[in-house]
């Protein structure tokens, strides 16, 4: 079995990690059969990296106490490896040796397209930094989102593995992470290089991660296309684009930046036009982050498509290929986890100041940052091949106070209900009507004319 050195600056990574969906440390006194269900979870989730002879952080004093002997790890070994019911495939497994302190036992545990049950029969499942036990209908819906292999582990074809190994990308990623392994064999470490052919080949996440070209690379569209639209309207004609669509291409931590500029340098705009006068919305600019980063590290890179955003006069649409994976619904988006590209997502958690957080924290902060906004939540569709995520500028607030509110801020404008829908979010002409008629019975606000035709009615501040 391997057994490498490790430097001062990689045990200091090591002892700053945060346990977390892709990371854990444990005692070696740990009892082989919990071990295995951490070793479990890893293998149901998204794959992960345990490291056993750590101290936990609360532990005050020295905190690597590793493995004098290789032996003395047999039983937690044999347990994780040969009493996994089916055994888990693909696993990296190696001594890392701190001088003084013994050997550090890592298991580098993939995602698995099996699930997987621990000796005693248990299922379990990773959320965040904990373990889950699951059963009954919920390890069926498991099952059921395991099947092929993820997109991002498939082979690349015509692509020189020397070509991304020189890559200055990559070089730039191993010096933020402190790497000191050779590039090929780093790849190899993190799952981005698969066989083909009998020969270790970059596949899909490995392009998408760290090629200069990917989006010329791959065979389908993975890049993003961000719109201005000047309308409201659900469908749009080219006549109300303000530009042409911005193609945004790059590895995907670029493009994860570059859209959030460009989107944010859209929403900065973004406004409409009432009689003359520019009405000004805003958004909150953490929440369309975490929007767009979910959309570019979740979408489906199988499917032929790019990721799509389009900022309306009253709403940004998010829309990328593929449904939800797994066993998500529209109804758990909040409370489960899964990732269809765990390797991507893992390779960005692990940077310093990672782009995403934590799997599903994300949708948490856009929800709460749109209601600070006083904004409602985000909107969830599946459509027949995608998934498109809503940022209303709708108001929590009622429509009549969002009218109170304008002609407070703009004492002489005139009101109509289309103004109103677009101020409001509210599409329902009918509730707007009913809205500005009981401010008009209340004295808030009269009309201009009342003589004037229903398309035409419009009302001033009272």
Do not use: W
Not at 102 to 126: E, Q
Not at 301 to 308: A, V
Not at 379 to 384: P, Y
């Amino acid at each position: 079995m391997e057994v490498r050195n490790i430097d001062q600056n990689e045990i200091t990574s090591l002892l700053s990690l945060n346990e977390d969906h892709f990371n854990d440390v444990k005692s070696k006194r740990i009892a082989p059969a919990k071990a295995q269900e951490t070793f479990i979870a890893f293998a149901n989730s998204d794959g992960g990296d345990l490291y056993i002879g750590i101290e936990d952080k609360s532990i005050n004093g020295e905190r690597i106490d590793g493995f004098h002997e290789q032996e003395e790890a047999n039983a937690i070994i044999s347990t994780l490896l040969e009493e996994t019911l089916p055994a888990v495939e693909n696993v990296l497994l190696e001594f890392l040796r701190v001088d003084g302190k013994g050997m550090i036992l890592h298991l580098g545990v993939p995602k698995s397209p099996k699930v997987h049950y621990a000796a005693s029969g248990d299922c379990f499942i990773r959320v965040n930094a904990q373990k889950r036990k699951i059963k009954g209908e919920r390890i069926t819906q498991l099952g059921y989102s395991k099947g092929a292999e993820p997109y991002e582990v498939k082979a690349v074809a015509d692509v020189d593995l020397k070509d991304l190994t020189e890559s200055y990308i990559l070089q730039d990623y191993m010096n933020r992470v402190q790497t000191h392994l050779a590039a090929d064999v780093f790849l190899r470490k993190q799952r981005l290089l698969s066989l083909r052919s009998g020969e270790r080949v970059p596949n899909v996440g490995c392009i998408l991660l760290f090629d200069e070209s990917p989006q010329a690379t791959l065979e389908t569209r993975c890049a993003v296309k961000v719109y201005r639209l000047r309308t409201t309207d659900t469908e749009y004609k080219r006549e109300q684009l303000e530009e042409m669509p911005i193609t945004i291409n790059g590895v995907i931590e670029q493009v994860i930046k570059k859209t959030i500029d460009k989107a944010s340098e859209y929403i900065d705009g973004a406004s409409f036009q009432d009689d003359g006068k520019l009405v000004k919305l805003q958004y909150p600019s953490e929440a369309l982050k975490e929007i767009l980063v979910n959309a570019v590290i979740h979408r489906d890179y199988s499917l032929n498509d790019d990721i799509h955003v389009r900022i309306f006069d009253n709403r940004i649409e998010v829309q990328s290929p593929g449904k939800l994976p797994g066993y998500m619904k529209i109804e758990n988006l909040y409370e489960e986890r899964f990732s269809r590209n765990p390797n991507v997502v893992r390779m960005l958690h692990n940077l310093p100041n990672p782009v995403n957080h934590d799997i599903g924290e994300g949708l948490d902060t856009a929800k709460n940052e749109l209601k600070k906004a006083g904004l409602v939540d985000p909107v969830f569709q599946e459509k027949e091949n995608a998934f498109l995520v809503i940022i209303k500028h709708q108001k929590i607030a009622s429509i009549e106070d969002v009218i109170l509110s304008y002609i407070d801020e703009n004492p002489t404008a005139e009101l109509t209900n289309k103004l109103v829908r677009k101020l409001s979010g509210e599409d329902d002409m009918q509730k707007v009507k009913l809205a500005l008629q009981k401010l008009r019975g209340a004295g808030r606000i009269k009309p201009v004319n009342e003589n004037a035709s229903a398309f035409n009615f419009r009302y001033i501040k009272a």
